[in-house]
Nanobody, 120 residues
Framework: VQLQASGGGLVQSGESLRLTCTAS????????MNWLRQAPGKERELLAT???????HYADSVKGRFTISRINGFSTTYLQMNNLNADDSANYLC???????????????WGRGTQVTVSS
């Protein structure tokens, strides 16, 4: 599974951005997708998850502001981010949770991130 995140940029506080994660490869093995972020000097933070049953989960820090969604299975996963603030500045990454039926093991795949910078 290969992943590519895009849609980052420089915005002002209070504005919105929509990030896109494009997946390719054996997408049938994906059972959930995640958005995470990492800011310099901070731990990586799991922000949102969407499962193959469309259950969603959010970190408290983004609940009510961010929305995760997907189309065409897991080929494209979005993260709609509203009311951004300076604390949201980070490198945003997507990851896929995969069940590899070849060896019945569970793995996670990561894509390159996209930078989001929010000016106050």
């Amino acid at each position: 599974v290969q992943l590519q995140a895009s849609g980052g940029g420089l915005v002002q506080s209070g504005e919105s951005l929509r990030l896109t994660c494009t997946a390719s490869g054996n997408m049938a093995s994906i059972y959930s997708m995640n958005w995470l972020r990492q800011a310099p000097g901070k731990e990586r933070e799991l922000l949102a998850t969407i499962t193959d049953r469309d259950a969603t989960h959010y970190a408290d820090s983004v609940k009510g502001r961010f929305t995760i969604s997907r189309i065409n299975g897991f080929s494209t996963t979005y993260l709609q981010m509203n009311n951004l603030n300076a604390d949201d500045s980070a490198n945003y990454l997507c990851s896929a949770d995969v069940h590899d039926t070849n060896d019945d093991r569970y793995r996670s795949y990561w894509g390159r991130g996209t930078q989001v910078t929010v000016s106050s």
